[in-house]
């Protein structure tokens, strides 16, 4: 924080006040070590993400029984896992599901979180007090347990995975959204805008959504921080993307047992894996939320 | 005091019945046919309309509901269809062992979480507050089974200190359930500490900026008694808060720790039951999960209140 109100750049901006433009969010964000560090691991995955299989050194289904469990060498940089395939292909190809699933069910809970926010902020009313007392009692339960329950009722598949995690967002964006239309119900240019007759629908979607817009932001980044913690533990438990597809949770889950025999690499590498994803995305996060703040 | 206490424990209430409301549809409408799940697609249709008969569930979905939660009212938790056994067994020696693992995990992260909270706030905007802040959120953000792996291949596998599994075998001494259970917490020490961290750093900030501690200050007290009386007494109260809340969701992380350290407690529980479609267990896990949450958030707003004068003497109670 105090990196970025230094007295040079104060000096200048004061100076030359045409200059100002110089301190947009968006470079204030590109000075900031642990944003850079964050888009960088990020970038490199959504890379993994894209490519998958063409980037990758094996084929990540591709079996070969006669060198299972290999360390870590030269020909398979992660080594392979019980069925002999190379652990450093399945790492980069399992990339994919987990960013799309996760980007898919944060954009669902965001998109009826903010429709549901505004209309609880707006409108209040009994429609407020409902949500209200649902958003407290889905809050009362771990997320995971939620997601579980339902998961486990509809089966398991990354489809259900998408949208049970969307739907139990829903209900905690629509809290955040609510909570900025409140703040800004009071503004003056919403009095105006009741004043010249104009409808409910075009005074929420026109007038307040656009000045709504960097909470909701955050919110998405957030979120998309807690879709992959929520997606990678499903992944784990079982619920999500099936084996043979590579997955990190699934790897793991499918390997976890031969870790007292001593084959470390089957599992650590995909942990390390999300590790980088969810950190990167919280670096990300939090410069994006401090530059915000400032 | 007494209404406050009174309003508190009502809205908790009615969180209770929306939860209880979740899980039924959840466990009971959601998933179709129970005669059919159990007895499997090659059954004769006749004999799943017998068991659906015998459960129950061929009722109408109100009458259903009622019976269930008027059972749940009496202490029935149900049959498991797994076991064949009363549900309650169970649920009690899960919760004991869980409660083990929870409270090891409390008693090293709290200390911690607001010392790291507190060194932070001091060093505002410097180097040891930007250290602390990122790696304790990042280590927020990190799933258990994942920083679970990485102490079970420091730990277990690399250095051969601890076991793998945090299940010591029947009759083991306090000192060796203690040695299997360290593993298991750390994952949920990261989590919680990233959250009790920055409560306490931000309390602690806040109270730093007040006029007290301003007034405290230029009264000529040293810095350390400044710190010490006025200022951490202060900035710990909301911590208070935010320490119980955690609690709803170190349940949700004691599934996964459970599971991955192959450990007998709630999480395993309903992991097990969810695997098996035993609902009866299932709904029963999740409905106590948010029992205790409630229990715990409630204490800890009784707590904060009968610690803030404020409170205690407003015009609230």
């Known amino acids: 924080m105090t990196d970025i109100t230094g007295p040079p750049a104060t000096g200048v901006v004061v100076a030359q006040p045409g200059r100002s433009g110089e301190l947009t969010p968006w470079r204030l964000l590109l000075r900031r070590p642990t944003f850079l560090a964050g888009a960088a691991i990020l970038l490199f995955w959504v890379v993994c993400a894209i490519f998958g299989g063409a980037i990758a050194p094996h084929d990540p289904l591709a079996q070969q029984l006669l060198a299972t469990n290999i360390r870590p060498s030269a020909a398979h940089w992660f080594g392979t896992d019980q069925l002999g395939r190379d652990v450093f292909s399945r790492v980069i190809a399992g990339a994919r599901d987990i960013l799309v699933i996760s980007l898919l069910a944060t954009t669902i809970g965001t998109v009826l979180g903010t429709a549901i926010g505004l209309v609880m902020g707006y409108l209040g009313g009994v429609a407020d007090i409902l949500i209200g007392r649902l958003v407290e009692a889905v809050l009362a339960l771990p997320l995971v347990i939620v997601a579980f329950l339902f998961v486990v009722a509809l089966g398991a598949s990354p489809l259900v995975i998408t949208v049970v995690v969307g739907f139990v967002f829903t209900p905690i964006i629509a809290r955040t959204v609510r909570s900025a239309v409140l703040v800004e119900a009071q503004l003056d240019y919403l009095s105006s805008a009741r004043l010249l007759g104009e409808k409910s629908p075009y005074i929420m979607f026109t007038e307040i959504l656009p000045n709504v817009v960097p909470t909701i932001l955050v919110e998405f980044t957030v979120r998309l921080g807690y879709a992959i913690f929520t997606v990678a533990v499903l992944s784990f438990l079982g619920f999500g993307v099936q084996q043979p597809t590579p997955d990190w949770g699934g790897d793991i889950a499918a390997n976890y047992v031969t870790l007292g025999a001593g084959y470390w690499w089957q599992t650590l590498f995909p942990a390390l894996a999300i590790a980088s994803l969810v950190i990167a995305i919280n670096l990300v996060t939090d410069s994006v939320e401090q530059v915000l703040a400032s | 005091m007494a209404t406050y206490l009174a309003k508190r424990i009502g809205l908790a209430l009615v969180t209770l019945w929306i939860i209880s409301l979740i ?65 309650e067994p169970f649920l009690r020696a899960a919760l004991v062992n869980s409660l083990k693992l929870a409270v090891l995990a409390f008693v090293i992260v709290v200390p ?206």
Do not use: C
């Open chain 2, 23 to 87: 899980v039924f549809f959840a466990g009971q409408v959601l998933p179709g046919d129970p005669g059919r799940a159990i007895l499997g697609n090659l059954a004769a249709e006749s004999s799943v309309r017998a068991l659906d008969h015998q459960l129950g569930v061929d009722r109408p979905l109100l009458t259903q509901y009622w019976t269930w939660l008027t059972g749940l009212l009496h202490g029935n938790f149900g049959m498991s269809t797994q076991f064949r056994l009363p549900v």
């Open chain 2, 112 to 317: 911690l979480g607001i010392l790291g909270g507190v060194l932070a706030a001091l060093s505002y905007g410097h180097m040891t507050d930007r250290v602390i802040s990122v790696t304790g959120l990042s280590f927020a953000t990190v799933p258990e089974f994942v920083s679970g792996i990485v102490v079970i291949v420091i730990f277990a596998v690399g250095l051969k200190l601890l076991p793998v599994s945090a299940a010591a075998g029947p009759g083991a001494s306090p000192l060796s359930q203690l040695q299997h259970l360290i593993l298991p917490a750390i994952p949920l020490i990261l989590i919680l500490f990233g959250y009790i961290a920055r409560m306490a750093r931000a309390g602690t900030i806040e109270a730093l900026n007040s006029d007290y501690a301003r007034t405290a200050t230029l009264k000529g007290l040293k810095r350390s008694v400044v710190i010490r009386r006025h200022v951490l007494r202060n900035a710990l109260l909301p911590t208070i808060t935010v320490i119980a809340t955690q609690t709803g969701y170190l349940i949700g992380g004691l599934v996964v720790v459970e599971t991955l350290f192959n450990y007998q407690g709630i999480g395993n529980l309903i992991y097990k039951a969810a695997g098996t479609k035993d609902f009866p267990m299932l709904e029963a896990g999740v409905l106590l999960i948010g029992v205790v949450y409630l229990v715990a958030t409630l204490i800890a707003d009784v707590l904060s209140t009968l610690l803030n004068p404020r409170l205690r003497l407003g015009n609230s109670g």
